[in-house]
């Protein structure tokens, strides 16, 4: 029975990666399916590479930072937790989501836990480690929850003072597209998910003293909470909250170096039309640079590896729709900022996981 549902579970995840996979491609043959390649690698060759290179820094600059601002949340859970270890998680978990999207997640916190130090539990004098996964899962569950409150305030707050110019992209594409998605059958489902989760809390608490496998599911449940409110143990709290703002001013710095770049295109080295769109994306700015950030960072809520097809589809149509640009235009942009980041998170990753074949060794 148990090697059955352990196929099953194989077979669960194959399909679930294997959709994932394909909703990326598709994405992606949609995004670029109109693209002229003549123009776009003329487009290419002939921007400022060394603003790509410059936005590949800041990209790395933000992994060091969110590499310190998790260590807060770990901190009070295991004082031994050093910044090279909460960094080679973070870049490696980068490296497996472009595999297996949501895999990484699980993979930083399993690193966290294979390098917390054993010692002595008070209860029963048993080694055990620290930082337990399900701690970490807790600590990482709450950094993803206060990346999506940065997001939304970020967005909300910029809207505040943008809507006029553009709030009708969020409006018509984002927003309403999203509530033409809504179905009687979809909020059904939702609320019988929630009626679910809601019993089978209270059967884990009220048998879990009576049944093995309902007391490990509480006692994971009580470390995943336990890591989740590790916030309210932090020293110098302060540090979280300036560590997050200093990640999300790298992200607006990684769009704005990005759109420095396609703004120096030499026009002499590239179609007329696609001179005249360099020309109408010299005007752009700093707050272009935050709508196209913004716009971007929405497409991690689409369930494809690394991001692929939907950062494309979403930036390009933003540039699109606010600017009058053509699409083949906002796809070069796109392709530039994502590509950049992607080759960032792999050479990133792989000294990561070197560092850790030698950190193994010594």
């Not at 399993?110 to 008070?122: E, F, L, M, Q």
Request: hydrophobic share 55%; proline share 3%.
């Amino acid at each position: 029975m148990l090697k059955f549902v352990t196929m099953n579970k194989k077979v669960g995840n194959i399909l679930k990666y294997s959709l994932s996979i394909l909703l990326a491609a598709v994405l992606l043959f949609f995004a670029f399916k109109d693209v002229d390649w003549a123009e776009f690698w003329a487009a290419l060759k002939a921007c400022r590479w060394e603003y790509v290179i410059l936005s590949m820094l800041f990209g790395a600059l933000a992994f060091y930072c969110r590499a310190l601002r998790w260590r807060q949340l770990l901190l009070p859970i295991d004082s031994s937790t050093s910044r090279l270890t909460c960094f080679n998680a973070v870049n490696i978990s980068y490296l497996v989501n472009m595999a297996l999207p949501r895999v990484g997640e699980v993979a930083r916190c399993g690193y966290i836990t294979a390098h917390s130090k054993k010692v002595p539990d008070v209860e029963d004098g048993q080694p055990r480690r620290p930082a337990s996964f399900d701690k970490v899962l807790g600590t990482a569950a709450l950094e993803r929850t206060a990346d999506i409150i940065m997001m939304l305030l970020t967005l909300s707050v910029f809207l505040l003072f943008t809507w006029k110019r553009f709030g009708g992209f969020f409006s018509e594409k984002i927003f309403g597209a999203a509530s033409g998605s809504i179905t009687v059958k979809k909020v059904s489902l939702v609320a019988a998910l929630v009626v679910a989760a809601a019993v089978m809390v209270w059967v884990t608490v009220r048998y879990a003293d009576s049944w093995k496998p309902l007391r490990k599911i509480k006692d994971f449940c009580i470390g995943l909470w336990q890591g989740f409110i590790s916030c309210l143990k932090m020293e110098k709290a302060w540090r979280f909250f300036a560590l997050t703002v200093a990640v999300w001013a790298c992200y607006w710095m990684m769009s704005a170096t990005i759109l420095w770049a396609v703004q120096g295109i030499d026009v002499s080295a590239v179609p007329s039309d696609m001179a005249s769109a360099v020309l109408m994306v010299g005007d752009l700015n700093m707050t272009d640079a935050l709508f196209l950030m913004l716009a971007g960072s929405l497409s991690s809520i689409v369930p494809v590896p690394g991001g692929f097809g939907a950062f494309h589809f979403l930036v390009a149509g933003a540039l699109s729709y606010t600017y009058g640009l053509p699409f083949g235009f906002g796809m070069i942009f796109a392709t530039l900022s994502h590509e950049s980041q992607a080759i960032n998170q792999i050479i990133w990753g792989m000294v990561s996981y070197i560092s850790e074949h030698f950190r193994k060794k010594q």
